[in-house]
Nanobody, 122 residues
Framework: QVQLVESGGGLVQAGGSLGLSCAAS????????MGWYRQAPGKQRELVTTITSGGSTNYADSVKGRFTISRDNAKNTVYLQMNSLKPEDTAVYYC????????????????WGQGTQVTVSS
């Protein structure tokens, strides 16, 4: 199967920057879409941004112009650069991999990392 391991995150002051990374491992041939979601206390998990293997990106309105997603297809790794952070960006950030082509002609969908905490102080 597929394992996603996130790194980065932590505590930063408002206006600061943080970077996250997420590496996927397993019997992976290719990953169609990777992305980041977040969940704040008492709220539902929400989309932050996604990127396809071809480089097409999608951002939540709340992070447009501040966050940048990128990926290294050869390393099955996705990155999230977060700038101009706000206290409302505080959440657990989850990495997601969807539409994964696996070995032996198999396909897998909707894999999640364990989450990494991002806290922005005012």
């Amino acid at each position: 199967q597929v394992q996603l391991v996130e790194s980065g995150g932590g505590l930063v002051q408002a206006g600061g920057s943080l970077g996250l990374s997420c590496a996927a491992s397993g019997s992976i041939v290719s990953i169609n879409r990777m992305g980041w979601y977040r969940q704040a206390p008492g709220k539902q998990r929400e989309l932050v941004t996604t990127i396809t293997s071809g480089g097409s990106t999608n951002y939540a309105d709340s992070v447009k112009g501040r966050f940048t997603i990128s990926r290294d297809n050869a390393k099955n790794t996705v990155y999230l650069q977060m700038n101009s952070l706000k206290p409302e960006d505080t959440a657990v950030y989850y990495c997601n991999a969807d539409r994964v082509k696996l070995g032996r002609n198999q396909k897998g969908y909707d894999y999640w990392g364990q989450g990494t905490q991002v806290t922005v102080s005012s």
